[in-house]
């Protein structure tokens, strides 16, 4: 059996409620009619943090992938790594499809669905799947290459991947001067990916803990300073609302590092994490639709805060309980994901 690393379930569980968070509140804070009220400065807030669900899940997989030795073996990797990621997208793609059929949003056109499985999935939340099949494909390469580099070289090799399409982006957006170089040397969600490795291999003391909590907290009050001065009653402006956007990316290692020194295993609330972190991948799958449900048939009339919590909430506990379910019947459960 495994050996548990308990602050990686408090990341889990923290970044799959951050992509509930978000998906809750995507429909509210664009909304100009709410622009300066209260409502709206507390998504400005919500939305820094709840950015940064993916980019946290995507250095979790880089902290336990480089870190394994079976990462080298390319045939067991792969033939692991892809039946685990590859049959359940194939499913919801496919459950996705029906549903939206069903509810009358869209026409079945046989074309459509293969074209849309071909792209990035029928549904919004499963482009995600698809990265993670690209990140898979060459992480047995990234893993020859970090083992033969010292950790001042691995630290190098992350600011490479990250200036391009993380920090190049930013200085061409928040100054006047704009920077070409050189087109991007890595996509930029691999830098995550490797971000979680490295970060997992720095020793924490009071200093970096300090460090990483300023640049955590800097990039969440860069999020919420520029969306607030971008924005205004005519149209919201979400700059920084990128994938690679260094705000997010700031905050994901500030939150990475900080629970890295916090959640160790003796922990008492470590078996809380522990359950949400074991079905976050089929409370990842199935929440969309969980959300659908109630936006269109048990939604309550109240302000934005307060309906936008109520999703989060029922999607939250409806879709750990769907996940739960199914993940205990045998024969379904690795076709679905759960």
């Given at each position: 059996?495994?050996?548990?690393?308990?602050?990686?379930?408090?990341?889990?569980?923290?970044?799959?409620?951050?992509?509930?968070?978000?998906?809750?509140?995507?429909?509210?804070?664009?909304?100009?009619?709410?622009?300066?009220?209260?409502?709206?400065?507390?998504?400005?807030?919500?939305?820094?943090?709840?950015?940064?669900?993916?980019?946290?899940?995507?250095?979790?997989?880089?902290?336990?992938?480089?870190?394994?030795?079976?990462?080298?073996?390319?045939?067991?990797?792969?033939?692991?790594?892809?039946?685990?990621?590859?049959?359940?997208?194939?499913?919801?793609?496919?459950?996705?499809?029906?549903?939206?059929?069903?509810?009358?949003?869209?026409?079945?056109?046989?074309?459509?669905?293969?074209?849309?499985?071909?792209?990035?999935?029928?549904?919004?939340?499963?482009?995600?799947?698809?990265?993670?099949?690209?990140?898979?494909?060459?992480?047995?390469?990234?893993?020859?290459?970090?083992?033969?580099?010292?950790?001042?070289?691995?630290?190098?090799?992350?600011?490479?991947?990250?200036?391009?399409?993380?920090?190049?982006?930013?200085?061409?957006?928040?100054?006047?001067?704009?920077?070409?170089?050189?087109?991007?040397?890595?996509?930029g969600y691999i830098?995550?990916?490797?971000?979680?490795?490295?970060?997992?291999?720095?020793?924490?003391?009071y200093k970096i803990v300090?460090?990483?909590?300023?640049?955590?907290?800097?990039?969440?009050?860069?999020?919420?300073?520029?969306?607030?001065?971008?924005?205004?009653?005519?149209?919201?402006?979400?700059?920084?609302?990128?994938?690679?956007?260094?705000?997010?990316?700031?905050?994901?290692?500030?939150?990475?590092?900080?629970?890295?020194?916090?959640?160790?295993?003796?922990?008492?609330?470590?078996?809380?994490?522990?359950?949400?972190?074991?079905?976050?991948?089929?409370?990842?799958?199935?929440?969309?639709?969980?959300?659908?449900?109630?936006?269109?048939?048990?939604?309550?009339?109240?302000?934005?805060?307060?309906?936008?919590?109520?999703?989060?909430?029922?999607?939250?506990?409806?879709?750990?309980?769907?996940?739960?379910?199914?993940?205990?019947?045998?024969?379904?459960?690795?076709?679905?994901?759960?």
């Amino acid at each position: 059996m495994k050996q548990r690393i308990y602050y990686l379930d408090f990341l889990r569980s923290f970044a799959i409620l951050m992509v509930l968070a978000l998906h809750s509140i995507s429909e509210y804070i664009v909304n100009p009619a709410i622009y300066g009220t209260t409502s709206w400065y507390v998504y400005l807030f919500v939305n820094a943090v709840s950015r940064t669900g993916v980019p946290i899940f995507l250095m979790i997989s880089g902290c336990l992938i480089l870190s394994s030795e079976h990462t080298k073996n390319f045939r067991l990797f792969y033939k692991k790594s892809f039946t685990r990621i590859v049959v359940p997208l194939m499913f919801w793609n496919v459950a996705y499809y029906a549903y939206k059929c069903v509810r009358g949003y869209i026409g079945f056109n046989i074309i459509t669905l293969i074209s849309d499985f071909l792209n990035a999935g029928t549904e919004y939340h499963l482009w995600y799947l698809y990265t993670l099949i690209g990140i898979y494909l060459i992480a047995p390469f990234l893993k020859k290459l970090v083992d033969c580099c010292t950790q001042r070289q691995q630290i190098w090799l992350l600011f490479l991947m990250l200036l391009c399409t993380t920090i190049r982006p930013f200085i061409n957006t928040v100054t006047p001067v704009y920077i070409y170089m050189f087109d991007a040397l890595f996509n930029g969600y691999i830098a995550f990916f490797f971000m979680g490795y490295v970060l997992s291999k720095i020793k924490i003391n009071y200093k970096i803990v300090i460090t990483f909590s300023v640049i955590g907290i800097s990039g969440m009050l860069m999020s919420v300073i520029f969306h607030h001065v971008q924005s205004s009653a005519n149209g919201i402006n979400l700059i920084f609302n990128s994938g690679y956007s260094l705000c997010h990316c700031a905050l994901a290692a500030g939150i990475f590092v900080i629970s890295k020194h916090i959640f160790d295993q003796k922990n008492p609330l470590k078996r809380i994490w522990t359950v949400l972190s074991k079905y976050s991948f089929g409370i990842y799958l199935v929440h969309v639709i969980v959300i659908d449900l109630l936006l269109n048939f048990f939604m309550i009339d109240s302000s934005p805060v307060v309906s936008s919590a109520y999703i989060f909430i029922i999607s939250s506990v409806v879709s750990l309980i769907i996940s739960f379910v199914f993940g205990k019947i045998k024969y379904i459960r690795n076709i679905i994901g759960f």
